[in-house]
């Protein structure tokens, strides 16, 4: 068995680019169910704005990554600054484990930092202070 642990990020999934929707699909029916693990770090989606969300090309993914996780491959999935609303439902939804924003990860031996990046670009205070505002907004559903 293959054993591969594979990283992948900023896809900006959507259904104007229905190209890289299509090659993501395919990647998670062949190359990653032979992989040990599978890191997803940030911004899957080009835009999320809940896991509510059941648009196209979301629940197809959705279905997917589930069919990969339930057939034993490990998922593991940061936000990004586009997809920072994916939350606990999404990860029951379809089995991937969410991780925090700086995740160390053991990777072969090795102590491995994980983050999508867009905390890094400290210069940037307009977006930090957008970052911060909208990750602590409460929404109230009614
Ligand atoms: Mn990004």
């Known amino acids: 068995m293959n054993q591969e642990t594979l990283f992948i990020s900023d896809l900006h999934l959507s259904l104007e680019k229905p190209e890289i929707t299509r090659r993501f699909l395919d990647f998670l029916t062949n190359r990653a169910t032979k992989a040990k693990a599978i890191y997803i770090l940030g ?5 999320w704005i809940g896991d509510d969300d059941f648009m196209p090309p979301n629940n197809k993914v959705r279905q997917q ?5 339930d057939s034993g491959v490990q998922v593991f999935l ?3 600054n ?20 700086y995740a ?10 994980l983050t999508h990046g867009d905390l ?3 210069d940037d205070l307009p977006y930090q202070a957008f970052r911060v ?7 109230e559903c009614k």
């Open 43 to 47: 911004d899957l989606f080009d835009t």
């Open 65 to 69: 990554l589930k069919q990969l996780t």
């Open 78 to 80: 940061q936000q990004g």
């Open 82 to 101: 586009r997809d920072f609303l994916l939350g606990t439902r999404f990860a029951q939804d379809t089995g991937v484990t969410l991780l925090d924003e």
């Open 104 to 113: 160390v990860i053991d990777l072969y031996g090795t102590p491995t930092l």
């Open 120 to 122: 890094l670009c400290t």
């Open 133 to 139: 505002k909208s990750h602590t907004l409460e929404i």
